[in-house]
């Protein structure tokens, strides 16, 4: 393994890494520096975050300006503002003994005049996110015609964010005869099409294998019906007391909604999402990365570029719609050598996308089950213990109140005063935990005694469902180009949540009736009675139950019977609502 002094990294570089406590190079350092020096090649790296791969670019780039030189010599795009002050300042952390080399950060939201002065004060590397480098490049206001150097760091983060025409942009107005170093954890058809175009027979580099999760990353997954997803969230962070971590969700609706909930019950939790406004957001990454935060919950947009080390924890509140963002995700924790573990919390219908991702990471996941009250209990009670044990006491602070303190517990034991110790931190626990159910979809069904056969499962969820739907009257029907599928995407799109399980669909010519899970029956009402479907205003009231079993039959043949609906695949939710109508179908069969 070749040292940064045996890389050809000069004297005042080395002393600023080392200043870093950077003492060997990490793998992707030691491939890209010495290639950086040895030919005038392009790069493409496919490493996550977290690998180094700032220093790996950086470190170089900084050692090939000179003194003199007084344009822009080196492009450093990035996806986010985040990354890109990060980037500019690590950056400045390696060039603290190269005073000459200027660095400037440009990104949005911040002010463009303020930007355009520090980039003609003079910048010899410009980290930019596209969007405002193009803007500051159409107005004039920068200029790269001298540029030796472009580098394109999270590529698949930008074209995932939409900057292609950005990207494209850019690249189209830089020098020729630049060299281009393209960083990227995935290499989706997008990133390779901007190598293809931009740059000339590049040399490959990987670090791990290719779209892997970080290698010190364990991945576990949850398995709990829907509507015990946050109980279940609850739970994995009362298990892991220490946690400090991110939990991403779907959309921006749901991560207040699961923040709020946290701060309510008492976690040390905060939203990150597209809704605030800069100063918040700089507000909440201020407390998470102080750790004054436990818990970031995050949409993956907001998330993008968040360069936190020691996450303990990437909480999959729910699975991302492209399984290719789970290594992104996944990628925030096990950073820079330590270990981390990347949870998904899955429902019975999103159980069989593990394997998927599992193809795409190379890793194989660990499905455990959610842990009881029982457990919670043992491990808060023994964290609190521990914490007992190391805690630093101040002598001096607290002599003056010892002996009255000593004095007013005189009439207790030494066991006693360790029960009440106990019990004054930990009934909360206790009592919260006390005849918790099992949240375990295996677990709950074998406590039940069913069968684990798809027979069984399927006849036990029946009839929980038959007791938990609420049946809704819709003001439009077939005579309106309604179809099931039409209701199921209805109910996706209008709540933005699509882990309603529906229940029977009844279309009649002019009305149609369906059912919600009564959990998200107010959500669905609210949802409704504010739209329009194909130009038609839409109304819908709760509707009697008395209705059902005529409803049930009419939906088989309204839409062509079960054979039909089960084989549809347009519905995003038509794999679960097809089991769920089928098992109905059964276990009334049965009867
Ligand atoms: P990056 O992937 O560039 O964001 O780096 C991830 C983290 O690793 C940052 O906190 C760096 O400061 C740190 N780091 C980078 N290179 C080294 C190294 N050779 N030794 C120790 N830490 C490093």
Redesign the pocket.
């Known amino acids: 393994m070749l040292s ?1 002094q045996e890389m050809g990294l000069s004297p005042e570089v080395i002393e600023a ?1 080392e200043e ?7 793998p ?2 030691e491939k890209v520096i010495p290639l950086f020096f040895e030919n005038d090649k392009d790069i493409v790296g496919l ?10 670019f ?1 470190l170089p780039i900084i050692e090939t300006i000179e003194k003199k030189n007084k344009s822009v010599h080196a492009l450093i795009l990035a996806p986010t503002r985040e990354l890109c002050i ?1 980037i500019s300042r ?1 950056l400045e952390d390696f060039a603290r003994y190269k005073k000459s080399v200027k660095i400037v950060a440009v990104y949005g939201g911040a002010s463009m005049e303020t930007q355009i002065r520090a980039l003609r004060k003079g910048a010899n590397i410009v980290v930019a996110t596209p969007g405002r480098m193009l803007d500051l490049l159409n107005r004039g206001a920068a200029n790269i015609t001298k540029l030796q150097i472009a580098v394109l760091d999270e590529a698949d983060e930008m074209l995932n964010m939409g900057f292609r025409d950005e990207l494209d942009g850019i690249l189209q107005t830089t020098p020729e005869n630049k060299r281009t170093l393209l960083f990227s954890a995935t290499m989706p058809k997008e990133v390779a099409r901007i190598a293809k175009n931009y740059m000339h027979e590049p040399v490959k580099i990987t670090i791990g294998k290719q779209n892997a999760g970080a290698e010190n990353v364990n991945h576990i997954f949850y398995q709990v019906h829907a509507k015990d997803r946050y109980l279940a969230l609850k739970r994995i962070a009362d298990y892991n007391p220490d946690i400090y971590g991110i939990v991403f969700c779907r959309t921006r609706t749901e991560t207040k909604e699961v923040a709020d909930k946290l701060i309510k019950d008492g976690y040390n939790a905060d939203a990150l999402h597209g809704d605030l406004s800069q100063s918040q957001r700089d507000y909440v990454m201020k407390k998470f990365r102080d750790k004054s935060l436990q818990m970031l919950v995050a949409t993956d947009v907001a998330a993008r570029g968040i ?1 936190v ?1 020691d996450i303990s924890h990437v909480i999959n509140y729910n699975l991302p719609d492209e399984l290719e963002i789970y290594t992104h995700r996944s990628g925030r924790t096990g ?3 330590k270990s981390g573990i990347s949870i998904a919390i899955v429902n019975f219908r999103e159980r069989n996308r593990i394997p998927q991702i599992e193809k795409i990471i190379g890793k194989k996941f660990e499905q455990k089950l959610v842990p009881t009250g029982d457990e919670i209990c043992k491990r808060q009670l023994f964290n609190l213990i521990d914490r007992m044990e190391k805690v630093r006491i101040d002598e001096s602070q607290i002599e003056p109140f010892m002996e009255k303190v000593n004095k007013k517990l005189e009439w207790l034991s030494k066991e006693e005063i360790i029960k009440h110790f106990v019990s004054l931190e930990f009934n909360r626990f206790l009592d919260y935990y006390k005849d918790a159910p099992d949240l375990n979809i295996n677990a709950r069904k074998s406590a039940k005694g069913s069968s684990d056969s798809g027979r069984g499962r399927r006849e036990g969820r029946a009839g929980k469902y038959d007791d938990n739907f609420t049946r809704f009257f819709l003001n439009l029907g077939r005579k309106d180009g309604l179809e099931a599928k039409n209701i199921i995407g209805l109910v996706n799109d209008k709540t933005n949540n699509r882990d309603i399980n529906i229940g029977d669909i009844d279309i009649k010519d002019n009305f149609t009736f369906f059912e919600v899970s009564q959990d998200f029956a107010d959500d669905v009402l609210k949802a409704f009675n504010k739209g329009s479907y194909k130009g038609c205003e839409i109304r819908i009231e709760p509707a009697e139950k008395s209705g059902r079993q005529g409803g049930r039959k009419s939906f088989s043949k309204s839409s062509g019977g079960r054979g039909k609906y089960a084989g549809k695949k347009s519905g995003k939710r038509s794999g679960r609502s097809n089991g769920e109508t089928r098992s109905k179908g059964r276990s009334r069969k049965k009867k």
């Open positions: 940064f890494v870093l406590g950077f003492e060997t190079p990490t992707i350092q490493a996550q975050t977290g690998t180094g791969k700032t220093a790996a950086g990060q690590d360069d080390n950073r820079a050598g």
